[in-house]
């Protein structure tokens, strides 16, 4: 069954802003270019926004009441690393910039930005060359402390570094590696989150193609520093209900997610997800038969999380499009990044999951939810003494 609800999105578009994105680099705290990018497709779409003072960018896509509202959040910001020491041979050592290994930076290509200019590498092993140390290469430890960026510049000493502007904590972007296959698959480094931000752009440009409007407000958020913690706290001015942060599904053993689907993410490293908004988009995707899946992510953050972290008293889910190899060089699919705006534009149409969290100082016993009848959820195999039994026994 399919409601009316339901939008296509324009796949060119999606995948062309995605390209576009992952041209861009930006590790977290190297993100003024993507945020202008991204701001400048709001401003084409006719989406009022503004920006924080780091530039999280806080939109407005009206909608026929204002209250209550509702916010979606994806991240610009991507892992990557930083310059932590200038080696007497003319090396760099690296800080990770993120959460992420080691090994997925080995032999990839880099630009370190400098306050002046912009310098390429290579990330190499300490014993890179097998000609060299012969099968000894092989008994690297797989550790930050044993990589190192050999700059395609007259770099021999730590002097000759310097002389070329290089300095502790300049920035360095890993090169992204895109490919569009003609299987439908997308592999490139940073989906995690550009493939959620342009699911999010090509949703947002299907509801604005379409002219209808949105029962309630709802709030696109594009935050800048999620893969190191902060993401949404502090972004939200506005008293919003309902938060569904977007991002990535690993696709891994013991893991539920697919390629080829969206998965509702059940439960994080921060702890379960709102039982009635998770269990909203899960009827969503059934009611559109869409591919969706539940999943628990076991070390994993995202922006919701950091919305709860930060005090806002919301309800929060998290959408996640399915990704292999997610933080090292990631897979995702058409079908997910499709189903993942189609399932989006049906949420942002959809009615508020209560009308009731428009005043939440005037919650009752009354009118609070229910996750089951009380009866239904009283009623276990685990029996306990009724309270009689107990009470007044000597």
Known sequence: MTTANILEPDLNYLQKVLLEMLAIPSPTGF???IVRYVAERLEELGIPFELTRRGTIRATLKGKQNSPDRAVSAHLDT???SVREVKDNGRLGLAPVGCWSSRFA????????TDTGVIRGSVLPLMASGHAFNTAVDTMPISWDHVEVRLDAYSATRADCESVGINIGDFVAFDPLPEFTDSGHISARHLDDKAGVAALLAALKAIVDSGVEPLIDCHPLFTITEETGSGAAGSLPWDVSE????DIAPVAPGQHSSEHAVSVAMQDSGG????????????LGEQNDLSVRRDLFRYYYSDAHSAITAGYDTRTALLAFGCDATHGYERTHIDSLNTLSRLLTAYIMSPPVFASDAHPSNASLENFSHQLEHDAQMESDTRVPSVDTLVGQR
């Open 31 to 33: 993100t003024d270019t």
């Open 79 to 81: 892992i990557g690393a």
């Open 106 to 113: 080995e032999g990839s290509r880099v630009s370190v930005f």
């Open 243 to 246: 938060f569904v942060g977007i």
């Open 272 to 283: 379960p997800y709102d039982y009635h908004l998770s269990r909203h988009l899960l009827r």
